[in-house]
Every structure is written in C-alpha cells, then in structure tokens.
C-alpha cells in the first residue's frame, strides 16, 4: 500500500524560496502520476502541480506559473516542490497526491500535509 509524507514546510518571507519533499512507500512509485495540492485557512483544497511517472509532462496552476517546479526522483521515490517567489498567498498546508489506480489500490492516496507560511 502506497503511503505519502510530506516534509519541508516552515515559514518563510514573501520573496523567498522553499522546496518541499514527499517520500513515497512501496516500490511502485515510478509507475503513476503524482500531484501537489493545497489548502488555504477557510478555503477548499486546490490543484497546485502535477507530473507524469516519467516526468516528461507536467501541469501548473495559473498562480503558481514560472514560481513553482514540480520534479520528482524515481530512484529516491520522492516528488519535489520548489517553490520561488512565494507570496503571503501561497500560504496553505500543502499535500502530495497520488491518483487512484492499480499501484495505489484503486484509491487515491494522500500525504499528511505540511504548513508552509509565508510572512508579507
């Protein structure tokens, strides 16, 4: 069964940059897509990033566009965030995400979370 930790999460200045880390269980972890999600203080959960297994193919939302890089190590089984020129608001718990298919079970699979502040 696949399971997710994210770690990387602090706070930080409106202007800085922060890379977030999640470690993926499993050894299939090369076979499926994985995505960043975030959720802001009284909001809903939204898209952030997401890559294909092979990396060949990644898709951002419109805000975080030439900020953010999504990338991820097959070898290490983890998926990177780098975040630059953060803004007060990229503030959120940020979560990595697995889409439901036969390496996770046929259920979507969800990294606990991890705070990422950023001051103005």
């Known amino acids: 069964q696949v399971q997710l930790v994210e770690s990387g999460g602090k706070l930080v200045q409106a202007g800085g940059s922060l890379r977030l880390s999640c470690a993926a269980s499993?050894?299939?972890?090369?076979?499926?897509?994985m995505g960043w999600f975030r959720q802001a203080p009284g909001k809903e959960r939204e898209f952030v990033a997401a890559?294909?297994?092979?990396?060949?193919?990644?898709y951002y939302v419109d805000s975080v566009k030439d900020r953010f890089t999504i990338s991820r190590d097959n070898v290490k089984s983890t998926l990177y965030l780098q975040m630059n020129s953060l803004k007060p608001e990229d503030t959120a718990v940020y979560y990595c995400?697995?889409?439901?298919?036969?390496?996770?079970?046929?259920?979507?699979?969800w990294g606990q979370g991890t705070l990422v502040t950023v001051s103005s």
């Open positions: 890559i294909s297994w092979s990396s060949d193919t990644t």
């Open positions: 499993g050894r299939t972890f090369s076979s499926y897509a």
């Open positions: 995400h697995a889409p439901a298919g036969l390496p996770t079970g046929f259920v979507e699979v």
